[in-house]
T-cell receptor, first 110, second 115 residues
């Protein structure tokens, strides 16, 4: 079955620094979505990527969908304490359900 | 305005005592999902309804059942909760299942404690 892997599982980052988290699928995806879950909260939809090589930005967050539509990345610049949380990617293969990756838990050191 | 509402937010039950969790939505979405999320793990899909069609995940225990009496409401019934069922239960909705219209809107969750 479809599998979605995320690395790293944990990301400790100094406030103000940049980091990237990666998402890899075992199958080609029709689209990929990213969600953020704050500590004690619920997942909140951030963005969806559909096209091969697509890049989208939300303020300090840059999302990219790979050319082969099997991987994606989230890059955060100038990390702030408000970025703390777990970031999940979730992919859909054609006709299948949304499959979540294991998440990257981001911890910010002030 | 809240779009996906879950009640209660916290539920304590005893081992083996049936419990029902509730979810309602104001989005008029076709699809409603129930996920189980344990600490530091990704949400695990239990089942979903597309309209009235029930879709169970292959590895969801028989202990978990669901009902969707109408578009707005969906219930999760745990017939005989075990200690291993203690978790956050998340309800989510989407306009469609699969494809670009499957962006999911999550409720705040119900945290279940089993004593």
């Amino acid at each position: 079955g479809q599998q979605v892997m995320q690395i790293p599982q944990y990301q400790h980052v100094q406030e103000g620094e940049d980091f990237t988290t990666y998402c890899n699928s075992s199958t080609t995806l029709s689209n990929i979505q990213w969600y953020k879950q704050r500590p004690g909260g619920h997942p909140v939809f951030l963005i969806q990527l559909v096209k091969s090589g697509e890049v989208k930005k939300q303020k300090r967050l840059t999302f990219q969908f790979g050319e082969a539509k099997k991987n994606s990345s989230l890059h955060i610049t100038a990390t702030q304490t408000t970025d703390v949380g777990t970031y999940f990617c979730a992919g859909i293969a054609a006709g299948n359900k949304l499959t979540f990756g294991g998440g990257t838990r981001v911890l910010v050191k002030p | 305005d809240a779009m996906v509402i879950q009640n209660p937010r916290y539920q304590v039950t005893q081992f083996g005592k049936p419990v029902t969790l509730s979810c309602s939505q104001t989005l008029n979405h076709n699809v409603m999902y129930w996920y189980q999320q344990k600490s530091s793990q990704a949400p695990k899909l239990l089942f979903h309804y597309y309209d009235k069609d029930f879709n169970n995940e292959a590895d969801t225990p028989d202990n978990f059942q669901s009902r969707r009496p109408n578009t707005s409401f969906c219930f999760l019934d745990i017939r005989s909760p075990g200690l291993g069922d203690a978790a956050m239960y998340l309800c989510a909705t989407s306009r469609e299942a699969g494809g670009p219209r499957d962006t999911q809107y999550f409720g705040p969750g119900t945290r279940l404690t089993v004593l």
